[in-house]
């Protein structure tokens, strides 16, 4: 059951986001393609590393950000790669999955220190929630573009990353029997999926806000 | 002309009713008579009175006659008779102890095989008709029913290959003096301190096969060997033969006999199925502990039961309804909400805290819980059957080969990884294709005699061979057409062009290897009791624990080993990079609930900081 929630769940996903793109383009530059952002992001993590014009906490901040989404792309194609041939993780994916869990966790706790503070929600976004009419792409446009629903999802992951985490790490002690482990199994592989599609939202919006910066 | 018509008078009316009622007679007692034959016997079914009957019966002889005390020459008694009378012989003669031959029978999983050893000839074949792969049915090595007993004499129970007819005529006139060797229900169901199994074994060795149960019983003494009597020796006119004397005073005055008949107890259980361990002295063999089922209570029969059959069950998990009788079958609780069968027999329910499920489908129970703590080395073991132990006196045979390995950590039939036990067969044989059909030994000799009975100093309980020894054997074993191997160590040796030895390893040089589920370790022995390192260690026992590869060549230059792991169907560098990354566990664990101990606070504070807020615009509103 779980393989087939997932998928569709995935599916879902990945088609509002393109409803999304669609009823609310964010607009379109040639330079602005998947390659061209990759390329983007990658000139600005290295001029942020090596101008120094930040401060080292929010250099921290940034490079954790992109090491932890890169970490989080590993987890989620070993995590839910075996679901389409119906198998286990186990093997090599296994040890892959096991060895980036940390490094991802490390990152997501950085950001959410280093990013609590900025993803906070303030009395603007309820002005800007209460007369949606005054803006442009109605609720939809509204959510994404205003960094609203960035906000929310920041939140909502920051507390996924508890039972994710806690999942997994607690089945390691030697504290619960078979049926708490099963239980422990379980709820890192429901609460992964719903993480999974909260940061796959997360990163299209931020995505987004960079592309109408760039305009 | 008939005696009577339709329209015969009253005389003939009388005489109709008296045909009537012969007719119903005849009916009646017919019925009664076959409903009598097609009856239950006195001992079948159960009616659930848990009481032991009491047996006070008269002995039969094998004809049916019953044994009295003051015969003139008195007679062995016949299980078959005997104990027939009232149990059902036919369909116990189909249970497991008694249906080795039957190829019909559903094998289940690998057991312990019979093993044809001969050190002379550097032989040792696993033999059963059972058709567990790796072994050969008795026939397929040239042994009949009667070379059967002769071989595998000491912990056999009779029935099966001991009641076969000889086809041989030489064997068939041995089988008129020695008799049916009948199985022998007492071995397991005679509760007398008398029952000798030793002596049961020594008769069997004497050829005394109809006299077996008479004399292991301790109800008679027998004296006489038929296997030294001459081939026409008749025992109504010639002297000498074999005497039979029954203890003074168990007969009643009504030539019943009084005998404590029961359920097998463990004692009979042990005489066949008991293991030495090789590492433990015979001197400290009194600090080895049994199976802690024993010690917590239970006996054999109490998991290993059977009905009417005496289909024994074997207690492994995919046993049909026997499989409730399994480790899982009495430990793991059903939580399905059905009729709950958890803590079978006071068994508890496992913890297992800790151990990711995973492990349960990968590993048997057995893996961390019986047989010794894995070491660096294999064990060895010699078991009842195949080393003949428990054989007292001058018959002490304690035979040293074949190396039974134990316990192996290896996968099993079903895919799981168990302890089993494990030896490497070497043989003789006839090579065609991938088809192997070992020679029987005693051909060997007969062909190659002169070579490998040469005087040699025993290396490791084998008497070694060199190449060119077994170049010469098998150019003396070819025989047209047939490519004739040897086959040890793992390895098959055949001839090529020019004398040389082709050497291979194909699946019939693999180890026969079956599971091992006694004794068990209580849980605290169990593996993963020291946590993950018990196994997750580059070094650990249950992957790199060494197996000798055991063979009488010399060439192989020294005792040569591999480790348990290629015997597991397993990634050996995954495995390798999978338990070094346990090293790095603690700390995975450390940041991991540094983390999310850091996320948490966070969020409490923001969450916090919400309320705050929330509240003070609610007072804001108000003022």
Redesign the interface.
């Known amino acids: 059951m779980f393989e087939t929630i997932s998928l569709l769940l995935l599916v879902i996903v990945f088609g509002v986001i393109f409803i999304h793109y669609m009823v609310v383009p964010c607009g379109c530059k040639p330079e602005l393609t998947i390659g061209g952002l990759i390329i983007l992001n990658i000139k600005n993590i290295l001029k942020l590393i090596f101008t120094g014009e930040k401060k080292w906490l929010v250099r921290l901040r940034v490079l954790a950000f992109w090491l932890g989404a890169f970490s989080f792309a590993i987890l989620f194609l070993t995590g839910f790669t075996p679901l389409v041939s119906g198998v286990r993780l186990q093997g090599y994916l296994l040890m892959l999955h096991a060895t980036f869990a940390p490094v991802f966790l490390v990152c997501a706790m950085v950001v959410v220190l280093g990013g609590a503070a900025q993803y906070c929600f303030t009395a603007k976004d309820g002005e800007i929630l209460s007369k949606p009419a005054e803006y442009k792409g109605g609720l939809g446009g509204i959510l994404t573009d205003t960094g609203i629903a960035a906000k929310a999802c920041f939140w909502i992951l920051a507390i996924m990353t508890l039972p994710l985490t806690l999942s997994m790490v607690l089945s390691m002690l030697p504290l619960f029997g078979t049926d708490m482990q099963e239980f422990l199994f379980e709820a890192h592989r429901w609460s992964a999926l719903i993480f999974a599609a909260f940061a796959i939202f997360e990163l299209y919006i931020l995505l987004r806000l960079q592309i109408l910066s760039i305009d | 002309m008939l005696p009577c018509s339709f329209n015969c008078g009253q005389g003939s009316k009388k005489y109709m009713m008296k045909i009537f009622n012969l007719i119903i007679v005849v009916f009646f007692v017919g019925t009664a008579l076959a409903s009598s034959e097609e009856g239950v016997m006195v001992g079948e079914g159960n009616d659930a009175n848990r009481s032991s009957p009491v047996h006070l019966f008269n002995l039969k002889d094998e004809a049916g006659l019953v044994i009295r005390a003051d015969s003139e020459k008195q007679q062995p008694f016949s299980t078959k008779k005997t104990c027939g009378e009232c149990h059902n012989y036919d369909e116990i003669s189909k249970g497991w102890h008694f249906n080795a031959h039957d190829t019909e029978v559903d094998a289940g999983r690998p057991g312990e095989p019979w093993v044809l050893v001969d050190s002379i000839c550097r032989s040792q074949i696993p033999v059963t008709a059972r058709g567990w792969q790796g072994t050969f049915a008795p026939q397929d090595v040239g042994i009949t029913p009667w070379l059967f007993l002769k071989k595998f004499y000491s912990h056999f129970p009779g029935g099966s290959y001991g009641e076969m007819e000889a086809d041989n005529p030489e064997e068939g006139i041995r089988q008129g003096i020695s008799g049916m060797y009948e199985i022998n229900c007492l071995a397991c169901h005679n509760r007398s301190s008398y029952e000798d199994q030793s002596l049961a074994a020594m008769q069997v060795a004497r050829q005394n096969y109809r006299w077996v149960p008479t004399a292991s019983s301790g109800l008679a003494t027998v004296e006489g060997l038929a296997s030294s009597l001459d081939d026409f020796y008749d025992p109504e006119f010639d002297e000498g033969g074999i005497e039979v004397t029954y203890r003074q005073g168990i007969f009643d005055k009504e030539d019943k006999v009084l005998m404590d008949i029961g359920l097998p107890e463990n004692d009979s259980c042990y005489f066949c199925h008991s293991n030495k361990d090789l590492s433990v002295s015979s001197e400290m063999e009194w600090t080895r502990d049994q199976d802690v089922h024993l010690h917590s209570g239970l006996n054999c029969i109490d998991c290993h039961r059977n009905g009417d059959d005496h289909m024994i069950t074997r207690g492994f998990e995919h046993e049909g309804l026997a499989g409730t009788l399994s480790c899982e079958g009495c430990h793991i609780a059903d939580?399905n909400g059905g009729k709950p069968i958890a803590n079978r027999l006071g068994a508890p329910a496992?913890?297992?805290?800790?151990?990711?499920?995973?492990h349960?489908e990968r590993l048997s129970c057995t893996a961390c819980h019986s047989g010794n703590w894995p070491e660096e080395q294999a064990g060895q073991l010699r078991t009842a059957r195949i080393h003949k132990t428990a054989l007292h006196g001058q018959h002490n045979m304690n035979q040293r080969q074949p190396h039974i390995y134990g316990p192996v950590l290896m996968r099993g039939t079903d895919g799981k990884i168990a302890p089993h036990k494990l030896f490497w067969p070497s043989y003789w044989a006839d090579a065609s294709g991938e088809d192997i059909s070992p020679i029987n030994p005693e051909k060997v000799l007969e062909s190659a005699g002169d070579i490998l009975k040469e005087e040699v100093e025993k290396q490791n309980d084998w008497r070694p061979l060199t190449d060119e020894q077994i170049t010469a054997v098998l150019n003396k074993l070819r025989n047209g057409e047939n490519a004739p191997v040897y086959i040890a160590g793992g390895k098959m040796y055949k001839l090529a062009a020019g004398d040389k030895l082709e050497i291979s390893e194909p699946v019939a040089a693999q180890p026969y290897a079956w599971p091992m589920a006694h004794d068990v370790r209580p849980a605290e022995q169990a593996l993963g009791v020291n946590?993950c390192a018990d196994c997750h260690d580059s070094k650990s026992s249950f992957f790199y624990s060494e197996l000798p590869v055991d063979g009488p060549l010399v060439a192989q230059g020294g005792q040569q080993f591999i480790n348990m792991i290629d015997l597991q169907g397993l990634?050996k560098r995954?495995m390798a990079?999978?338990n070094a990354?346990f090293i790095f566990?603690p700390?995975?664990?450390f940041?991991?609930?540094?983390?999310?101990g850091?996320?948490?606070l966070?969020?409490l504070?923001?969450v916090l900081?919400?309320i705050a807020a929330v509240t003070k615009a609610g007072t804001e509103e108000v003022e």
């Open positions: 939580h496992p913890e297992h805290a800790g151990i990711p499920p995973i349960f946590k990634d995954y990079a999978f990354s566990r700390m995975l664990k940041v991991a609930f540094g983390s999310c850091l996320i948490a966070v969020v504070a923001y900081k919400a």
